[in-house]
């Protein structure tokens, strides 16, 4: 009888024994959400650190492709101050490809002289280019080329069509002409009459540095040619494909061996000291940028650079 009494268990001692076992039971519950928490943090640290990586690869990928167009437009105006004529780069917006550090690089250049210098252009000559790239009627043409004539020039005379102070104030306008040159050629977007979808069609063949009064051929775009005296479409297509056989030459006779339809020889137009580049780059991996940067040759005493930055513009192409 005091075995079996040994060995049987009173209430209480059951109770503490259920006690036990709920609180084995609770430390499992929590133990097993700890380790699903742990597991989720460990996750989501992963997936940061994942995250990061791949953004600074990215930004790694990025700035080396940005250095990559500086070296294009840094090889450019080594090539534009070439001794060798032969190899010497031409400005007239064909393409040179080259390898750099692993970067497919394409570099463009254009001489200002090629393009329609807002300070300068005969007023009928803006008309044209007006009528052909914006594809306005011939009136409208040239009230907008009367307006620009407006904008730059020293006095407050009305040109025929064009727009002074008082036509700006009848257009709710709250500034008025310049009346000076063009600073920039952006400044264009103020004169009356300009949209910014002609400006972005224009803005490419314009410039206020060339200082002439009529685009030098051997550097100008097609859209620029067909404003010339005596061009047309034809003609335009097959000055540029004989432009672009010639082999390149030395600067400023880029045009050697042709002649506008009125006879006169291109090669004796000379060429510009200023220059527009556009570099692009592209890595193996795929990241790529570009650059459009105005450069004017000559040493900076200053600096001391063989050339200086006259307008930058990044991440743009055309």
Known sequence: MSSVHRTSSTPRTVQARHRRSRQRGVALVLVLWVSVLITVLLASFSLSA???ALQGRNLL???RARYA??????RAAYELRGNNPDTRWVADGRVYPFEFEGAEIEVQLYDETGKVDLNVTDPL????LFEI?????KPAAEALAAA????RDPDDLLTLNGAEADQYKSE?????PRNAPFETVSELQQVLGMSFELYRELEPLLTIYSGRAQPNPAFAAPEVLQILPGMNPDLVQLFVRQREAIAPGPAGAAGAGLALPDGTPVVAQGGGLTYTIRSRAQLPGGAKTSLEA?????ASMVARRPFRIVRWRDGESR
């Open 61 to 63: 990928d990025s700035t």
């Open 125 to 128: 000559l803006l008309a044209a």
């Open 133 to 137: 790239v914006g594809k306005l009627q």
């Open 172 to 176: 709710g306008r709250k500034y008025k």
């Open 148 to 151: 620009v004539v407006d904008w």
């Open 69 to 74: 167009a500086e070296a294009g437009l840094h």
């Open 50 to 52: 994942r995250v990061e």
């Open 294 to 298: 105005t450069i004017r040759l000559g």
